[in-house]
């Protein structure tokens, strides 16, 4: 049978054997936690606490501040020490909730439910609205919104995104392995948001045990199903993994909704699954710690708002100096150039790496191989998208369809001339992003 893909992609090395075998291990959080008040697309949150405030774990410190945006949660009890700008891993600045951790962990009560089936849609999406969780892979858009498209009645496929295509990722293979049960539950959340949908638990073929483990899992589930999808970069993208899942192909222009889809990733599901049932709100995320620099490559259950630095001290710290930190995987992730951050809803991983693959070449003149558009999953052509931004020619770029450029990275990663075709189309997006945003389109 042929293999459930999408055209174009990459093989990089994974670099997964490095953290895969590791279970997930809960860190306790330092004296001081920092909650930016940004940490999902949409306007900022606004605070409900003030400077020397008390506040409880599981208290909500920071509420939405508009349809597009997401409450924000103290992960810890102690007391508000200030609100301020803070570094994140953009490197912006960010206005930022402080609060100094008191060690007591004294908890809200929370509004758990022992029966899901006796919720209504509406109770559903407001618990998941309640509880501030947002699209966890890195997209950081509220997940309520996402749940919430214009005609609920013609989504047909709910699709869990179990792909983990980045390289050196585990966080969600040990999620699938681990807390299965929770992942489907999540699914099956979503699932009773949409009467005609069914569930597609998406894994890439490389988790030969995690498709075996949720065939048998959900083997008297109906409305669920597990497919397998050739393992290749980026697979887990929201594009590529419809269009391998469903084969339908959806552009810039187009919501998942408008193809009748839906993709969630797994420490999102998970995160609705403890909302619906739980009543908790977004407190923790499961984030790998790993590459070559790292002395103990790790998977974590983390509190938000602890900083990056912790996280590489509870893995031993760095067993020799690295030349490239990511916040992310190394294909879309962040690099970093301070530990001093705090993890958000978003971070999925930390890596520290002793080669820095990209900056230990200079660039070099374009030998015209068309290698970056053969790995164009866009099917775009970044040489020449490349060539407009570099000349500042906007409406050429637009033209050639720059707006569909997902910024996987795989044409910087193929051109042998090393040429950061990534970066420079992902510049020219953002300036056209910024200019649609001023003029109010
Ligand atoms: S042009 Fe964009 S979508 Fe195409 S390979 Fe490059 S980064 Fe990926
Ligand atoms: S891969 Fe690099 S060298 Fe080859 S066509 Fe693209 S930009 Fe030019």
Redesign the pocket.
């Known amino acids: 049978m042929a293999k459930l893909t999408f055209t174009g992609g990459i093989h990089p090395y994974d670099g997964k054997k490095l953290s895969k075998d590791k279970p997930i291990m809960d860190i306790m959080p330092g004296e001081k936690l920092i909650y930016p008040l940004s940490q999902h697309i949409g306007a900022p949150a606004t605070p409900i606490v003030a400077k020397g405030d008390r506040v409880l774990r599981g208290q909500m410190i920071a509420e939405a501040s508009g349809f597009v945006s997401s409450n924000i949660f103290s992960t810890v009890s102690g007391t508000v020490q200030a609100i301020e700008p803070h570094r994140v891993v953009t490197g912006d600045m960010i206005n930022s909730i402080v609060i100094a951790n008191d060690g007591l962990y004294e908890e809200v009560e929370y509004d758990a439910v022992n029966d899901i089936g006796l919720l209504g849609k509406e109770q559903i999406l407001e618990r998941i609205k309640n509880a501030g969780i947002v699209g966890m892979g890195g997209a950081g858009f509220p997940t309520h919104v996402k749940l919430s498209p214009k005609e609920p009645d013609k989504i047909e496929y709910c699709i869990a995104n179990c792909a983990e295509c980045e390289p050196y990722l585990t966080s969600d293979y040990r999620r699938m392995m681990e807390t299965p049960e929770m992942l489907i539950e999540g699914l099956k959340c979503e699932l009773k948001l949409f009467d005609k949908a069914m569930g597609i638990l998406a894994v890439e073929d490389n988790k030969p045990d995690c498709i075996e483990k949720l065939r048998a899992l959900t083997k008297d589930e109906p409305r669920i199903m597990v497919k397998a999808l050739k393992t290749k970069y980026p697979q887990g993208s929201e594009r590529q993994l419809i269009y391998a899942t469903t084969k339908r192909a959806i552009d810039s222009s187009r919501l998942p909704a408008d193809a009748g889809c839906i993709v969630n990733n797994v420490d999102t599901l998970c995160a609705i699954y403890n909302a619906v049932k739980n009543g908790k709100p977004l407190m923790e995320r499961i984030v790998t710690v790993t590459g070559d620099a790292v002395r103990s490559p790790q998977n974590y259950r983390v509190y938000i708002g602890m900083s990056y630095s912790e996280l590489i001290e509870a893995a031993g710290g760095f067993r020799t100096e690295p030349a490239k930190i990511v916040s992310g995987g190394p294909m879309m992730g962040f690099a970093l150039f301070d530990l001093d951050v705090p993890t958000t809803k978003t971070a999925s991983a930390l890596l520290a790496l002793t080669k820095d693959e990209v900056s230990r070449y200079e660039p070099t003149?374009?030998?015209?191989?068309?290698?970056?558009?053969e790995?164009c999953p866009g099917r775009v052509m970044?040489?020449a998208l490349?060539e407009c931004a570099e000349h500042g020619d906007l409406e050429r770029f637009e033209e050639l369809n720059g707006m569909e450029c997902c910024e996987c990275g795989c044409?910087s990663f193929?051109?042998?001339?090393?040429?950061q075709?990534t970066q420079t189309i992902k510049s020219a997006r953002k300036i056209i992003l910024a200019n649609r945003k001023k003029a109010g389109k």
Do not use: H, Q, S, W
């Open positions: 003149a374009c030998i015209n191989c068309g290698m970056c558009l790995a970044p040489k490349a044409c193929v051109c042998p001339a090393k040429r075709l």
